[in-house]
């Protein structure tokens, strides 16, 4: 059987709840905070896009050398560009709006440059087959997936690399 609560007991029972958040809360000393900054290092964008430019220009090579197809080769290099350009626009927007003051600018900023990133992405998709002559586009759907899907490896090499040092906590 359920009991409803009063509106008196509803604001007690959230009086409670907020107490109890407050006694779990923790205010970290400067010491404290610098110490956990240090231990969780932020993920820079641009070195992520960094290491997409590798494995884009790895895939390349790869590619060319093994296939030897200067065709496969480029439609793969189409591919890692329609992935990399508009991550290029996007950090760099992104680096400008974040030096907003307004959290709802700042918000209005990512969707907007976001919506911009994928406008350029699908015109640079759309663009391939005039570029690239006798463009491959399994290579081409090949080079931008696996340029994409390198988010999940700055993220597992991000996150092992927090994972080996030592907290304070």
Request: proline share 4%; hydrophobic share 55%.
């Amino acid at each position: 059987m359920v009991k409803i609560a009063s509106s008196q007991n509803s604001s007690l029972a959230k009086e409670d709840a907020f107490e109890v958040l407050d006694d779990e809360f923790k205010a970290l000393t400067a010491e404290e905070a610098a110490a956990w900054r240090l231990s969780h290092p932020q993920t820079s964008p641009w070195h992520v896009l960094f290491l997409q430019i590798g494995v884009g220009a790895l895939m390349v090579l790869l590619t060319g050398l093994l296939t030897q197809e200067f065709h496969l080769a480029a439609s793969v290099a189409w591919g890692c560009v329609s992935a990399v350009i508009p991550a290029v626009v996007f950090i760099r927007a992104l680096s400008r709006q974040m030096r907003q003051i307004q959290p709802k600018a700042v918000l209005m900023g990512l969707f907007f440059w976001e919506l911009v990133k994928i406008i350029l992405t699908v015109a640079l998709l759309l663009v391939a087959p005039k570029v690239i002559s006798n463009l491959s586009w399994l290579a081409l759907v090949a080079g931008f997936v696996v340029t994409i899907k390198v988010y999940w490896l700055a993220m597992a090499l991000g996150y092992m690399q927090r994972k080996s040092k030592p907290t304070i906590f």
